[in-house]
Structures are given as C-alpha cells and as structure tokens.
C-alpha cells in the first residue's frame, strides 16, 4: 500500500437503536454478545485502518450505544439523526480522517480482510469511491475518500436521504469509482446469500453460524462461512424469502428532473444493451428509476448510476416506482414473458427502433 499513516483511515461504524424491522437489532444475541459488539470485534482484526468510530445519533434512545463504545475501547461520535452523510464527515473531520471505511451496525459479518484489500486497492488506484461486489449481502464493506463525501453531500438535493449513501457515491459519471472483483469459483453466486440482520429470520441465520463456528475461532472467515453454508443449504431457507430494500434513485441538485419514471430489464448494462440504453438516455423524457437484472450478483447495487431493484424470477413481488419499461433482452421468449408480467402490473413498454 502506498504510504498513507493508517491513522488517516478509518472504520466508521452507521448503527443506531431505531428500527422498523427489528427493534434493537443492535443487541439482538448471538452465542452471548449483541449483534454491534460482535461487529467491532471483527473490525479490531483489521490491519489498514487506524481507528474505529461508533457513530451514532445525537437522540437519547442511542446513547447506549455510545455506552458500548466506550466498554470496547473504540471511539464514538453523535450527529445528525438523519443526514448520515453528514454524521460521517463530522466524525471524520473530529478524528482527523481523510479516508473513510462504512460499514452498518447489521452486519456482524462483515469481512475484515475484504476491508483490508479494499482500503489497499482504493488508495493504489486514487479511487473516490471503492466497494467489493462479489461477497453475500452483509459481508461487504465501502471506502470513500473524505473530499469525495464532502463534495457528494454539497450536491445532494435531499440530505435525509444519505442513510442510502451508496446511491449517493457510486456514480462513475461523477466519482472515479472502484469495484473490487473476485474471479474465484468458489465465490461466484454468493450475491442472494443473506447475512445482514434487518427481520428475526436473519438473526435465526447468524445464530446457527456463530454456534457452528464461533467456540473454535472466534474469528472465522467469510471462506468458512460459505463452507458451512454448503455443508448445511437448509440455515438459508430461513431468510430467504426476507426483502431486501433496494437502493432509491438519488438525484443531485444540479440534476434535471422528469416526470416520467422508466425502469429497465435485461441481462446487464454492457456492450450492445449499454447502446439501447444511451438511446432511451438520449431521448431525454424519462428517469431511470432502476435496473431489474438476470444476474443475481448484481443485486442490491448500482450499475451506471442505475440501482438495482431485483432480479427477474421475482418480478411479481417488486414494488416499482415506474410507469414505463424498457426491456434490453434480444430472446423473443424472455420479451414476451416478461412483457406480460409488466403490463399486468400496469407499466407501458418503450419501444425504441434499432
């Protein structure tokens, strides 16, 4: 890694006690300790970080929180109930940071060596913006250089918004972003495997893997996590049916606003359907409120600025904030299948002439 003191980066932890899911996630118990301690644990096992910060809200209900951090020898910071990006710059700012690793109080499992590989890659490659897009949801973490948040929150139209800040930094028409990549076959599918805590079925999920793994090494890896997945496919019919919230469309100040609202299907955003997409972009008539994907590693992302709202298979039961679709698809089976689908749901196919 270029030399960057270590006490320049650092790991800020978003978690507070409120929740619409489920309450008090962040001492929900597994093998004995709450959800938030065994997620510090983890991140004390990173090496290219310097610092730790809870951060948290200025309400009373979280000062519990700070509590913990405090009992775990980390630091802590209070700010804003709802503009979490500004929350993050303060405790930057405070802590003397100039780079910034997020990651969510839900997520016990969050990968301290995939952390390490990004912070390395993010400032190798002077990257505004760095996230890992092949682990299980819940395990991956972001790297944003502290410039690039401040200037993200300037141009942010709605700062309340900024809990999603993902929407808000992967833009590569704005930011010099970074996806960190695995080729392993090992490692390949893994998107659709949950391992967050946002409903009880999730917490019912770590439970059996911390029971599973924690009392011989209590800092087992994602590698063995996979592994005793495989060993035991039944744990993830526990949550599977559970709903991840997709990503909002977020829109800067700068940026125009429509009234129609258009989402997009297809197998990805590259090569000839990339082309079909900069036409519909062309056209200038419609936001583009998502992308409903054929491949599940790209759920729960973005792709060109674009979130992704679902996959396919699952079309009937996604909630979309659109009138119109436009599908990118070439086979005359998946068209017409999912034509239908659409239609039903009451949206108006686009149709734009090769």
């Known amino acids: 890694m270029q030399m960057v003191n270590k006490e320049k980066i650092g790991i800020l932890i978003a978690v507070r006690m409120k929740s619409e899911r489920l309450a008090s996630k ?4 597994i093998v004995g300790k709450p959800v938030i301690v065994h997620l ?16 948290t809200s200025t309400h009373p209900d ?3 929180l700070l509590d913990v951090a405090e009992q775990e020898g980390i630091l802590k910071f209070a700010g804003s109930e709802l503009d979490v990006m500004e929350r993050f710059i303060e405790a930057a700012v405070a802590n003397n940071l100039e780079y910034v690793v997020r990651v969510t109080g839900d997520n016990p499992l969050t990968d301290p060596a995939n952390i390490d590989q990004l912070i390395e890659e993010h400032i190798e490659g002077d990257f505004d913006f760095s996230k890992s897009e092949y682990l299980p949801l819940g395990v991956n973490a972001e790297v944003i250089s502290l410039t690039t948040l401040e200037k993200a929150h300037s141009m942010a139209l709605d700062t309340n918004l900024t809990e999603y800040m993902t929407s808000y930094l992967k833009r590569p028409d704005i930011f010099k972003v970074h996806s960190l990549e695995n080729t392993e076959s090992f490692y390949q599918g893994r998107g659709l ?9 999730d ?11 924690y009392e011989n090494n209590p800092n087992f890896t994602i ?4 592994e005793f997945i495989d060993d035991n496919p039944d744990i993830m019919k526990i949550n599977d049916n559970m709903l991840e919230i997709p990503l909002p469309k977020i829109r800067f100040s700068n940026e125009k606003e429509y009234t129609k609202k258009i989402v997009i299907l297809g197998r990805d955003l590259s090569g000839a359907n990339a082309e079909r997409i900069n036409q519909l972009r062309e056209l200038d008539e419609y936001e583009i409120t998502g992308f409903v994907y054929y491949q599940s590693n790209l759920q729960y992302s973005l792709v060109d600025g674009i ?3 679902g996959d ?13 679709f436009f599908l990118t698809f070439e086979e005359d089976e998946l068209r017409k299948r999912f034509q239908r689908q659409l239609i039903n749901k009451g949206l108006t196919e686009v149709v734009i002439e090769a």
């Open 312 to 324: 396919c298979e699952h079309i009937e039961r996604l909630k979309i904030d659109a009138d119109y």
């Open 193 to 201: 495997i949950r391992l967050t805590v946002d409903f009880d079925e």
């Open 40 to 55: 510090i644990d983890r991140m004390k096992q990173v090496q290219n970080a310097g610092k730790i910060v809870l951060c």
């Open 62 to 64: 979280d000062q519990v």
């Open 223 to 226: 590698g063995e996590v996979l």
């Open 203 to 213: 917490l019912q999920v770590m439970k059996h893997i911390y029971g599973a793994l």
């Open 26 to 29: 962040a001492f929900g118990d």
């Open 307 to 309: 979130p992704t709202i």
